[in-house]
Nanobody, 121 residues
């Protein structure tokens, strides 16, 4: 069974950076993309970045220009580089793998435990 393990979260000040990592292990169904989601306190989970295996990247407007999603060549590890962090970026961050349908990303993996990112003002 596929497992995803997120790491790299922490407590930082506004304007600082963090790099998140998502490692895949176990058996998996085919997928053609991956995504990073976040869930702020008291709010719903939202997609912040996605990447197709062919390289196309998409970002939520709130993180465009500050976050970068990438992957290793084997497709076993995905990354989220976060720069110029803001207090509103505070959330639990989760990764997923899934598929793109008409350019929209849909996750189809079980959620990992997530990694907490806290940005102080």
């Amino acid at each position: 069974q596929l497992q995803l393990v997120e790491s790299g979260g922490g407590l930082v000040r506004a304007g600082e950076s963090l790099d998140l990592t998502c490692r895949l292990s176990g058996a998996r169904s085919p997928f053609d993309g991956a995504g990073w989601y976040r869930q702020p306190p008291g709010k719903q989970r939202e997609l912040v970045a996605s990447i197709h295996i062919l390289g196309t990247r998409n970002y939520a407007d709130s993180v465009k220009g500050r976050f970068t999603i990438s992957r290793d060549s084997a497709g076993n590890t995905f990354y989220l580089q976060m720069r110029s962090l803001k207090p509103e970026d505070t959330a639990v961050y989760y990764c997923s793998v899934g598929t793109f349908i008409e350019a929209t990303y849909y996750p189809n993996s079980k959620w990992g435990q997530g990694t907490q990112v806290t940005v102080s003002s």
